[in-house]
């Protein structure tokens, strides 16, 4: 292993790999490299990027961990020195005038950077390029708002708002923050569109009753209450991973932020304690930093209501050493399964639990399996179903397919309403499109984001 | 488009700013470097009008026909406590309009506030277009944090005839603490105080900035009380000194009396900073045998003390209030700011500082720090600028009548725009054929002193005992306190709906009259303001308020 500085060079042969690259790696500011043999921690790296038309951009960082993503396979996870604005900006507009052209050529082909989402979708995609037609573009940003107005409608205030259901005011408050400066109307002044504004309005309203439903602990008890969580669970978890350390107790919740004394958690969401182990590993890499929240909302949650004569294929007791194993978690090495007395009628939250760590490390394979085989036996259950094509979905967003991926978040919704996660997928998938679509209208009216 | 300039329409002074290429709030200076522009207008017996600092003078030889303070009746209604109090004190008439609104009578002619607060905000205009060199067309515009829809909407509306599109009205405070940079500090939920003491109002505001967002909590003040309260305490102890030496009563002589009120405002200004100056008068009027008055003090910042130690005092009990309706302790603020003019006055900051216990924040100009942080949110507007967003609130309660004389409220005040509220009403008789909803703004119990907004009606009502029909009543309030509202039937779907735009007062027929009497009033001049390839026309050296075509010195 070297130890001195090492250098690469990296040729993107398409405008797809260099967008894929720039969205997965370079904007987090980080960069992904498979190696065989990885190179030390602290190794000093210097990339020659060739783009398709032939520029070079020199990249530098130090290598910052070693990793093994799933999708990937093994190698480094690098820390990249900060890229200079000049660079950023030669290679969005670089993409942005291939997308252009892409568009022209053909719909179906376009980038990765602005794929059509399902509700969207009534009809081709209007072309929309540097220099192309501003209406266009304004209509399709209009109906990217409309589908996001629409999938945040499904959401409970938790979700609409991006935040854990162990969040503390100071969270509440930064997320609406966020949020506002992101949705207000006054953010689409600029614009000529009153719809966009009227739209926009929409979803800012969504946004500030799910605050004023939020914004103090009295007020999320009760929502948390009316979700049927537990309330009054400590909050002292600022971050996922810190806790995933510490093996909850009676936490039903593979993110297990918050702790949840057993005596706290009303009928509805009752289950043996955990019995999957807590991954020690660190995050993949393919998980976009933006789904941090994810961690604290985990179980399909059984709304009051919404289980239409399958509540009881929930709670269903389910052998679940048989499947588990196989469909291999892996439990890291020294971690033991608690035991729960009597191993047999464990309750599938705790599988679901399992399933979904195996989602969050990226291994969407053997999740899908995992609920193939589940599903089989338990023909009814629709949160299995709807775990399919969950499955099926992140896969396909890890594949950058977006289309595919909101496809399957939607029917993994319309089978089970309550699947929270396919909820979030699909709201995050089209809060980034809507902020794709502005910016791109932004860029085309010539005024910055 | 043009670009978005932030305007501070004043009591007293009024100032613009503009954005810089930097990204910067800057005021927009006159060409004869002035950097506020006095909110007076004055209409010479030809019907001539002349804004700003030579509007101000012509108080002292045309009272009736200069005025001033038209924003203490811009919206409101004649019979109001506060206008009758302006009424008895101001030098021109207020008149009541046929809808019982406050205008003011000029040589026999009905003027509406709001078209006395076009005149000067089409000076202010000017001042920017000719600093610019470019038309503008587009203005954020800032009122105090207590004004109702309908004060806001004549605001609006005193644009429109200016010529001014008002993309939006902001809240003074939260202007105030924009362009501080109060939402710079990166720490979680802040509380701070606006301290506004300006030429005729004193305001205070306790605000809340939490990530980028800005919320008022309270307001309090004093609308009659203001930095020239404390000029006039100094001018009456100059009427009574003259009056010992001379027997000579200078109240009577308007040129002495308007001396006498500059010098003392300058010798205020001086006194802010040092301890002592001196008030010189040659030729202040004559005595009783003919031999000319002048008049010369050495003034200490001591006596200026003395001679306004109440109005000091008067300042204590809003703030308290505002501390006590925000539900804040003095030590919670983290940070005071101050706005007017006369906050630079070293008692007022003591003031602050023994009630709040707090040393304000003196890193802006307290003049022009309200219009650039319209500015600033002009900026935001525009898309220049992402750094914060403001969040307005629906000023009063918004419900319906109850009954005879009840009022629910369906919509609370201080909620964040925009906003919807649902709410279910049932019938009250049976076999109700429709029912009528009428809409109200305001916080009393008692319909009466409320303002109605509109109203909706749903007619064809199924049949069905009282209570048993029931009606779903939603309201939708905009960003720019646009206001629909929807009445539902539940089980028959059937709904009526209206949308209420703020009234200012005046009708949209109104306001376009008045612009067309204008329009013909410049063509029977000859001239229209207008740009020729889109640069100012500038026709005399020096800058003028007034507008040219309606100046004759300047018609050349």
Not at chain 2, 97 to 122: C, F, K, M, T, Y
Request: charged letters at 25%.
């Amino acid at each position: 292993m070297a130890t001195g500085a090492l250098s690469i060079k990296l040729k993107c042969a398409s405008w797809q790999q260099l967008s894929t690259i720039y969205k997965r790696d370079l904007m987090r500011g980080a960069m992904f490299l498979k190696a065989s043999t990885p190179p030390a921690v602290g190794t000093q790296v210097r990339i020659d990027l060739t783009l398709p038309s032939g520029t070079v951009i020199v990249l530098t960082g130090t290598v910052e961990q070693h990793v093994t993503d799933p999708q990937r396979g093994s190698g480094v996870e690098l820390k990249l020195a900060p890229i200079p604005a000049g660079t950023i900006w030669m290679i969005e507009s670089a993409l942005t005038a291939e997308q252009g052209k892409k568009r022209a050529q053909s719909p179906a082909n376009a980038g990765v950077p602005v794929a059509p989402l399902p509700a969207t979708q009534s009809g081709p995609v209007p072309a929309i390029g540097a220099g192309e037609d501003l209406a266009a573009a304004e209509t399709d940003l209009v109906r990217a708002l409309v589908a996001e107005a629409e999938s945040l409608k499904k959401l409970n205030p938790f979700l609409v708002l991006g935040i854990g259901y162990e969040a503390n005011d100071n969270d509440v408050r930064a997320a609406f923050g966020e949020l506002t400066k992101r949705y207000h109307p006054d953010r689409f002044a600029r614009y000529e569109s009153t719809e966009l504004r009227n739209v926009a309005a929409e979803i800012f309203i969504l946004i500030r009753d799910a605050y004023r439903r939020v914004c103090d602990d009295a007020s999320r008890t009760q929502v948390l209450t009316s979700l049927g969580r537990p309330s009054g669970a400590p909050r002292a978890i600022p971050t996922p991973t810190t806790m995933r350390a510490t093996p909850p107790h009676g936490v039903p919740r593979p993110g297990g932020v918050a702790k949840i004394p057993p005596s706290q958690i009303p009928p509805i969401t009752r289950v043996p304690d955990r019995t999957t182990p807590l991954p020690q590993q660190a995050q993949p890499s393919s998980i976009p930093t933006t789904r941090v929240h994810e961690q604290a909302t985990k179980k399909p949650e059984p709304l009051p209501g919404r289980h239409e004569g399958n509540d009881n294929t929930t709670k269903k007791p389910e052998p679940l050493n048989a499947e588990k194993r196989p469909t291999g978690t892996s439990p890291p090495p020294g971690s033991v399964r608690p035991a729960t007395g009597s191993p047999a009628p464990v309750a599938e939250t705790g599988e679901h639990g399992a399933l979904e760590d195996m989602l969050d490390q990226g291994r969407f394979d053997e999740a899908l399996s995992a609920y193939r085989m589940l599903s089989k036996k338990n023909p009814n259950d629709r949160t299995l179903r709807a775990g399919i094509e969950l499955c099926e979905g992140l896969a396909a967003l890890a594949q950058r397919d977006r289309l595919e991926a909101a496809q399957r978040f939607e029917a993994a919704l319309e089978i089970d309403p309550s699947n929270e996660r396919a909820a979030r997928e699909l709201a995050e998938m089209r809060r980034q499109a809507t902020n794709e679509r502005k910016g791109l209208l932004s860029r085309l009216m010539g005024k910055k984001e | 488009m043009s670009r978005i300039i932030g305007i501070d329409l004043g009591t007293t002074n009024s100032c613009v700013a503009v954005l810089d290429e930097k990204g910067v709030p800057r005021t927009l200076v006159a060409a004869d470097g002035e950097r506020t522009i006095p909110s007076w207008v004055s209409w010479a017996q030809t019907g001539q009008i002349t804004v700003g600092t030579r509007a101000r003078r012509q108080a002292v030889t045309n009272p009736a026909a200069t005025i001033y303070g038209a924003k203490r009746l811009i919206g409101r209604k004649v019979n109001a406590d506060d206008v009758s109090w302006f009424a008895r004190l101001a030098p021109f008439r207020i008149v009541a309009a046929p809808n019982g609104d406050a205008w003011v009578r000029v040589n026999g002619q009905p003027i509406s506030p709001q078209e006395v607060a076009s005149h000067v905000l089409r000076a202010v205009r000017k001042v920017a277009e000719q600093a610019l060199g470019e038309p503008v067309t587009r203005a954020v515009v800032t009122v105090p944090a207590y004004f109702d829809e309908a004060q806001r909407q004549a605001t609006r509306d005193a644009g429109q005839i200016a010529g001014i599109d008002v993309i939006r009205i902001l809240n003074e405070p939260t202007a105030a603490a924009l362009a501080y940079g109060a939402h710079r500090v990166r720490q979680g939920r802040r509380l701070i105080a606006v301290f506004d003491l300006g030429g005729g109002t004193f305001d205070i505001s306790i605000m809340s900035v939490d990530h980028g967002i800005f919320e008022v909590l309270s307001t309090g003040g004093d609308s009659a009380l203001g930095g020239e309260d404390w000029d006039r305490r100094v001018q009456e102890r100059i009427v009574d000194e003259v009056f010992d030496q001379y027997r000579v009563d200078l109240t009577g002589i308007p040129m002495a009396m308007s001396r006498m009120r500059e010098a003392c405002e300058q010798a205020k200004k001086a006194l802010s900073v040092d301890r002592e100056t001196t008030i010189q008068l040659p030729f202040l009027a004559n005595d009783q045998h003919g031999a000319p008055i002048n008049y010369e003090r050495m003034i200490t910042r001591e006596l200026f003390e003395e001679l306004t130690k109440d109005l000091l005092e008067r300042l204590e009990p809003p703030v308290t209030r505002a501390l006590l309706d925000a539900g804040v302790a003095p030590g919670d603020l983290e940070e005071v700011l101050l706005v007017g003019g006369m906050t630079r006055w070293p008692a007022v900051q003591d003031f602050i500082e023994r009630k709040l216990g707090k040393k304000p924040s003196k890193g802006a100009n307290p003049d022009e720090v309200v219009a650039l942080g319209a500015a600033a949110y002009a900026g935001i507007l525009a898309g220049e600028s992402d750094e914060a967003q403001l969040l307005d609130v629906t000023p009063h309660d918004i419900g319906i009548r109850v009954g005879d004389s009840g009022f629910a409220t369906v919509l609370p005040r201080n909620s964040m725009l925009p906003v919807r509220a649902k709410r279910l009403f049932a019938t009250t008789s049976d076999n109700q054929k429709f029912v009528s909803i009428e809409l109200y703004q305001g916080e009393s119990q008692d319909l009466t002193k409320n303002r109605k907004l509109g109203q909706v009606t749903l007619d064809d009502l199924p049949p069905g005992p009282a209570g048993s029909v029931r009606v779903e009543l939603v309201i939708t309030v905009d960003v720019e306190a646009m206001l629909s509202v929807t009445a539902r039937e539940i089980r028959t779907g059937r709904e009526a709906s209206v949308t209420i735009r703020p009234s200012g007062g005046l009708s949209q027929r109104e306001i376009v009259e008045i612009i067309n009497r204008r329009r013909q009033e410049h063509s029977a001049v000859g001239k229209l303001p207008q740009f020729e390839g889109g640069a100012m026309r500038v026709t005399t050296r020096e800058y003028a308020i007034a507008r040219p075509d309606e100046d004759p010195d300047e018609k050349k």
